[in-house]
């Protein structure tokens, strides 16, 4: 063959070569601009929603990824099928974790308040008086708005063309006839393994995987801000947002404070899960835990029927939340009433162990 026509024939193939490497780098470069686009997306849409729901009242918000919602170590918690996000929103790609602090003053006043006479309050009505200030400012306040917030991010992601899933912020009892609700949680196991009613998505587990914070020996989360002196909800969404990063560095103090928000409970309604005493109980783990991981998942358990029952079994008994008030993590800490600062200046640095409380 002559070599001419080789040259021609290679010039050709050359030049199909090279036609197809630029259809291919532009199809590449097209690629990466869509994807540039897409992440640009995702940022501004996020920056909207945040900046929305801070708007709104909320003091922290956080992002979870939806795979951030499977089983992981230690503990390899699982919620029931019809509380995972995919549950409420089958093609879930994010879940909105927000915040609201409760104020110091409305903690540790109502508990300073049991520890006196009131003027002008009469006694016998003075821990229902303190119980319905506790919980129409330091709980149904933030029940409602943080529900209010849910709608609107909500509605914001309707008019963008995705679904969201809102939820009540605390948990939904309902009593069956001749029952009362603390009756309902005592009788452990006859209606659910969990012997109590709850709400249907756990608003601390969605926080911990949003970044917002750790669960503390208290069983509630800890924010590096408030403490656990704060509530949140969530909105599970088909919307696509940055993740926000997880706490790296641990929040809780472990056992530095010598785990006072333990011994605060006068009803002993809280635990280690690897606490042999809890052996049966499905929370209860076989392992020694860890002090030196974050808590994703709580290393803690709690028993609400407990401390349904606290006025029953101490009619004295200060208002609800010592375990909270206890904690010494967070802003602007605290004006404890005298027989937790008495408390906490015993055990600091103790081990876990009985703590006797005089009711």
């Not at 021609?8 to 540039?36: F, L, M, P, T, W």
């Not at 049966?280 to 974050?294: K, L, M, N, S, T």
Request: aromatic content about 8%; proline content about 7%.
């Amino acid at each position: 063959m002559p070599d001419s026509f080789m040259t021609v024939a290679s010039g050709r193939e050359g030049s199909v070569e090279r036609a197809g490497n630029a259809a291919r780098a532009e199809d590449a470069k097209q690629i990466d601009n869509d994807e540039c686009a897409d992440t640009a997306a995702r940022a501004e849409l996020t920056r909207r929603i945040k900046d929305l729901a801070r708007l709104n009242g909320a003091a922290l918000v956080g992002i979870a990824p939806i795979e951030r919602f499977d089983p992981i170590p230690p503990f390899y918690d699982k919620p029931p099928e019809n509380e995972h996000p995919k549950f409420f929103v089958p093609d879930a790609k994010s879940v909105i974790s927000i915040a609201m602090p409760i104020l110091n003053p409305v903690l540790d006043a109502t508990a300073r308040m049991a520890d006196m006479d009131l003027e002008f309050i009469a006694p016998d009505t003075k821990w229902e008086y303190l119980d319905i200030i506790y919980n129409r400012v330091g709980h149904e306040l933030h029940d409602y708005r943080l529900e209010y917030i849910g709608q609107v991010l909500g509605q914001r992601l309707l008019e963008d063309g995705y679904d969201a899933m809102i939820f009540p912020t605390t948990g939904i009892h309902p009593r069956l006839p001749g029952q009362t609700t603390a009756e309902m949680w005592q009788n452990k196991g006859k209606y659910s393994k969990f012997g109590w009613t709850h709400g249907p998505f756990s608003h601390r587990h969605a926080a911990t995987r949003a970044g917002l914070g750790e669960f503390g020996y208290n069983n509630i989360v800890l924010t590096r801000e408030f403490g656990d002196r704060v509530r949140f909800n969530s909105i599970v969404t088909n919307a696509e947002l940055e993740p926000s990063p997880l706490i790296t560095e641990p929040i809780c103090l472990r056992g530095k404070c010598g785990y006072v928000c333990i011994k605060a409970c006068f009803m002993g309604a809280i635990s280690r899960r690897d606490d042999p005493a809890n052996a049966g109980d499905y929370r209860a783990v076989d392992f020694e835990i860890d002090d030196g991981q974050i808590f994703i998942d709580t290393p803690a358990m709690s028993n609400p029927g407990k401390c349904m029952d606290r006025r029953n079994k101490f009619p004295q008994s200060p208002v609800r939340g010592d375990c909270m008030r206890v904690c010494p993590v967070g802003k602007g800490r605290h004006r404890l009433h005298d027989r937790l600062q008495e408390m906490v200046k015993k055990e600091a640095g103790q081990p876990l162990r009985e703590y006797k409380h005089n009711y």
